[in-house]
């Protein structure tokens, strides 16, 4: 930036733009630079009224040198094009709500942002007002006792218009996604993210939502949500607690004129807070971007990365139960750029090859059992991919088969089948015998829209049954075309040396590689029954003297090295991550805490993190290994893409692992 404000650049010309001009010239930190509307004629008499100069497009504005920050204010559709054009040109952005049709777009533009080192947030303004922060802090200090319920509405009574950007389907349209995101954020703001979501519509002729309703399930309590487009409605948030009531009449659009929250306890008595600040609201969000800005940050502290992908995962899940699809909720052959997702289009992964393979294979596996539908696996996916990753890690029981069915999809999808290596697994227990091997396959391969596998997993062992019949049976899928190598997963040394031995002696193919658990933090305890590691000295000799190549899960132990003062390690949604409980009974040993605290130390010294360093760790082995990562963002994906490019040296290896 080369001047003292921040310089603001307008995408848009409607009425929300409006605002946002007119509250900006009361902003500490920024001014009106410029705007741009489809129409030149537009954004001159935008310009007239406002302040700046007008572009004559959307794009002429974006490469402009004037403008440091844009504020996106397009319909909701096209979001992730403007915010994308914007992050290429180098532009801070500021989007309207919400930020992406779906959470695969959301993924995708946080990832680019971090891919990019970009600011982008998303603009629920009412969040930035300081009286949601006095709300907040309110019911954090207890003062009305314990939470027991939640209720929020947000409506007005609009005309059935079709065309009319509120009720087109092609644009997006519908309450949920226009106003149900408020008294969503405000419940996951003031209460915490939920457990559950059911929800019900009113669709419109056009098959959007007119009027919508959500409960939001918390332990002990419910939120209840409502919206409408076409009926007035209460515009509220009031919590109720086992020793008061908070409630904010007209929460939406705070400002000087509208700063106040009453909290009334159960003898009917009321108190009046307020949170005096003379900006409008619009100022106030800009000021926020202005100070990010400023301090060099990547992401805001109000409105997060992580809350914005939570608030489009929500959102997903309400529309889903509504039964409102939008075009962008089907996979494509383009990704969310508008082209065609390239192998390496973004960087080149370090690889490596297993003999019996000739497709060269990523260090890093993208584990897919973490995705909930088909953009949320194309986010994920396609950004491994354009990071020149070429492995992905699936199996029959994962997610009861969404897993390979979504994976299946993108492939499909996006025409990538051929330079990939798949790798499957199956015959779990309780199925953990040999016949189980064929029909598990067939469904495998038909959700995964391929004719084979290039790896093929057991996913378990049965000791009971003897290691020849599985030998035969796994032989008779790779002489039928459906796999290519196999292997096992949780299995012994010595189960695959007699397993090996057999093959060898019977002239046929034997085991190529193993997938137990392996990382700088030794499984003390297995994380599930049934595990096994190949974490011991013995079990990494014996895989440096067979080269058998090692596919770990639980690579980086689970969260173990991450900073859990910054992290924490409380169970998400998903109810997969790791709890206190776990890392103690897990990875908690005193030689494991050593490990933990020297990670942290050649980190300090390398400028990276300690689960980048962890991950190096499980790469820089003298055999073959290949990490199994589950990120759950762009984000997280691209801190493991950088650790697989962190070079190691073999005395900072054995420092790490306390053998010197």
Known sequence: MTSDKIRWGIVATGNIAGQFATDLKHSHSGVLAGAASRQVARAQAFCDTHGGTASDSYDTLLQRDDIDAVYIATPHNSHIEWTLKAMAAGKAVLCEKPLGLNQGEVLHLYGEAARRNMLLVEALMYLMHPRMHLAKQLIDDGAIGTINRFSSSFGFAFPFTP?????????????????????????????????????????????????AHASLGYDGFEATLHCALDTNLAWHITVEGTQGTLHIDQPWHPGPDNQS??????????????SDDPRPLYAIEADHIGALLQAGAQMSDLVSPSFSINTAYWLDRWREAAGVRYDADALSDKGFHGAPVRLGAHGQMPLDKIAGLDKPISKLVLGTDNQTDGPTMAAMADAFIEAGGTCFDTAHIYSGGLSETLLGQWMSARGLREPLVIIGKGAHTPDCHPDAIGPQLDISLRRLQTDYLDIYCLHRDNPDVPVGQWI???NGEVDAGRIRLFGGSNWTAARIDEANNYASQNGLQGFSL????????????????????????????????????????????????????????????????????????????????????????????????????????????????????????????????????????????????LRD
């Not at 996951?188 to 009027?211: I, Q």
């Not at 929250?261 to 307020?274: A, N, R």
């Not at 392996?518 to 599930?528: D, G, I, K, T």
């Open 514 to 657: 193993l997938s137990n658990n392996f990382s700088l933090a030794r499984m003390e305890n297995p994380v599930w029954d049934g595990c096994l590691a190949s974490s011991t000295d013995e079990f990494r000799q014996w895989h440096e003297d067979r080269q058998i190549a090692l596919f770990p899960w639980s690579a980086q132990a689970r969260g173990f090295f991450l900073d859990w003062a910054q992290n924490g390690l409380a169970a998400s949604r998903h109810g997969a991550d790791p709890t206190d409980e776990e890392m103690q009974r897990v990875w908690g040993s005193a030689e494991n805490m050593q490990r933990r605290q020297r990670a942290f130390e050649l980190a300090e010294n390398l400028g990276t993190s300690a689960i980048q360093i962890a991950l190096a760790y499980v790469l820089h082995q003298p055999f073959a290994c290949f990490a199994l990562i589950g990120p759950r963002t762009p984000m997280q994906l691209h801190d493991s893409i950088a650790a697989s490019h962190i070079a190691l040296s073999a005395q900072q290896i054995a420092w790490l692992d």
């Open 472 to 474: 035969d049976r796994l």
């Open 163 to 211: 065309e009319h950007r509120l009720y087109d389907k092609h644009l997006a349209g519908g309450g949920i996604l226009d106003i149900g995101i408020y008294p969503l954020t405000a419940a996951r703001y003031l209460v915490g993210e939920p457990k559950t979501l059911t929800g019900s519509a009113r669709l419109a002729a056009s098959g959007v939502d007119a009027e």
């Open 261 to 274: 929250l009453v909290i009334s306890d159960h003898q009917g008595q009321q108190k009046t807070y307020h």
